[in-house]
């Protein structure tokens, strides 16, 4: 990833290079393991005509689901949407495509895009609506469907402590998407409360392994007040 | 004519009756609405794991007001305990515990359900469209797949011949609870178990728009 | 898993219902992560026609590989067996039946096995001989190999500390194959170095999961001098 | 005639040669054999992190005699170190890193290359069959492909026209060192770009069986 030690940036530095109409992940599960700062940040930047690749849309006020609600994007691939009232209206209106993913395929999907595989089989869908557009493959009498793999140019993710070489720690249910997205991704940025000293993190016990990790940006407090 | 009785009342008679399915060590994963509320009604002496899709095996009881973090949030986006023994882990983990059988049982909630075990909660088309989120994994993955709901809605059945609405999941249900009634989705169709004191098989035939057959005994609710 | 606590063991009593034919998926790489004392007790109860998942034979005289020395095994799914002599010589022989899978999709294909997916597509092995037999599948201009699951009876796996609900934390490269295959197999036995008080693995370092586990055995110190 | 060079000395040339290839921050992953000697000739300066595919980033030196554990060992099973900032992880990532394209450099030993790119390192038919191991993930996975291998094995060249053994990988290989010569593979074939003081290119012609062109100023091997 060019450098041993990874920079430490300001949420607008670290976002300054995301042009207009890229593809970018965002980690999190409802208000849990969302970057807020990095997404404040996109917000003051105004980057528009963007795909998201998340978990949901958060809130219509909270997070990402401002992205939305700013009129930013152009496209989401989601699993839920059903709690940010605009992702919805604007979806009803076709204003927004919203590409429906089923929760664990969508982690495959990124585990895949990060992890160099063509595609899973998975069971999810089958006989539904998800199955719509895909190959289904019998394997041993029961039925699949074949699952491409997720990518995008930017993933900014959130984690509890980073260290100079770019090594995460997660903390509590806040990790969910975000150790999927940290491979997945050609840029990396993640948000932080602490950067550690190298070796503060028990090797054992990294999450995602520093080489993943291209920025490191060191989250505003006022983001988590609740 | 359908037994009049509070949705509170009839909310709480059908978590506490799906509480009373669990065995010790049972790994479950609870879906929003009624079935969030089957926690509170584990029996004592019965160590139930609770799951959410989010990453957390042991999720304990809701932080107290004021206390509490969003790292730790429950699938509906409340913030939860973590109880001793408990672990976190990524959403591939997660839904690899899912998909892959190790959960016990899931609890969802049901727009519609059919004979055939059908389950439709996700989508009414044209008119509101949140997404699957975690409930086709869990209908797929779960061993077993409890579904949790009013009996009627406004009047109407919710137990039909065949699920009008887009799928979650196909032959999939393997319960049903309700505050007048359980049944079991067999080979042979469903079979009425139990019914509430309230209730009699023919009530629950007029407000029931399946074919059921009747195990005989037919048990009768606690409640 | 039918218990809260999971029971502690003797390694005997651990392995007391493993049956003659038996498919076991076995932990380790080299002489790392294996369970010797579950292996001892293997070789003890005399078990055969045993097909053995596992990364690689290990040595003649060390860990699985003495199952293999002592004629107790009728097939063995792995990704090297060149350190282990008599595995190469009872292969040649005709004695042995060996399917070998590249090590990554050996782990890919564990982790299928348990956590419910129907395959993987993988570009590794195309144009080779580990595409014979398999169905290949392009995607994007790009081919790719229809890898199927695997799964086992019995897992064997070594991790350094257990609690009692079977949560299971490993130390150094020595965790490997091992958490993989706790997912996938019907009856999963720890051999670990130690049991530590429910709730002193942090919640956030859990590597697998208690759920997973069946039975816990703590390992004999005289196979670990080395 | 091949130039005599003692196979010590060859083999630390080899490795010497590539560890020049390195920037500061590249992940590597070091087969067996000549690749492992690679680690200790990085020039000062340059922190390039070691990847041993059974779950560690980060590796060190060996651990010091009668210190160490089996539990930290490199891919050929002795008994290293960690170094600050290094990680551990279970083999799904290794090979997930692996695959994916996050490790920059592979260095892998031959049997055979031929002017594809073409590697053979798994069998020899009816004599060897030792498996693949990570191999074929390495060669499929990482960046660039590196070969470090003697040129020549019992005086036959090991760089041919056309692989004979069963391949590892097709038209994987980026770079070709051995103690005469450094090749690259291009699109168009072949293409000399160094050779040893000792070494001519008509000798390198002699003891190479692939056809190759050569790249003007044709560069010397620092021995």
Known sequence: ?226 | MLPEIPKEVAEIRIARRIAKEFKDGDVVNLGIGIPSLVADYIPKGIRVIFQTENGMLGMGPRAKEGEGTIDIIGAGGVKVTVLPGGSFFSSDVSFGLIRGGHIDVTVLGALEVDEEGNLANWMIPGKLIPGMGGAMDLVTGAKKVFVAMLHTIKGKPKIVKKCSLPLTGRRVVNKIFTELAVFEITKSGLLLTEIAPEASVEVIKEYTEAEFKVREPLGIMEV
């Open chain 1, 1 to 226: 990833m060019g450098s041993y030690f990874k920079p430490i940036m300001s949420p607008d530095e670290a976002v300054r290079d995301i042009p207009d109409g890229a593809t970018i992940m965002i980690g999190g599960f409802n208000v849990g393991g969302v970057p807020y700062s990095l997404i404040e940040a996109l917000i003051r930047k105004g980057v528009k005509d963007l795909t998201l690749i998340c978990n949901d849309t958060a809130y219509e006020d909270v997070g990402h689901g401002k992205l939305i609600a700013n009129g930013q994007v152009r496209k989401v691939i989601a699993s839920h949407i059903g709690l940010n009232r605009i992702t919805q209206k604007l979806y009803n209106e076709g204003k927004l495509e919203v590409e429906f993913v089923p929760q664990g395929t969508l982690a495959e999907r990124i585990r895949a895009g990060g992890f160099g595989l063509g595609g899973i089989l998975t069971p999810t869908g089958v006989g539904t609506l998800a199955e719509e557009g895909k190959q289904v493959i019998e394997i041993n009498g029961r039925k699949y469907l074949l699952e491409l793999p997720l990518r995008a140019d930017f993933a900014l993710i959130r984690a509890r402590k980073a260290d100079r070489v770019g090594n995460l720690w997660y903390w509590g249910n806040a990790r969910n998407f975000n150790p999927l997205m940290a491979a997945a991704a050609d840029i990396v940025i993640a948000e932080v409360d602490v950067v550690v000293g190298i070796g503060e993190i028990n090797p054992n016990d990294v999450h995602t392994p520093g080489i993943l990790v291209d920025r490191i940006v060191v989250a505003g407090g006022e983001y988590y007040a609740t």
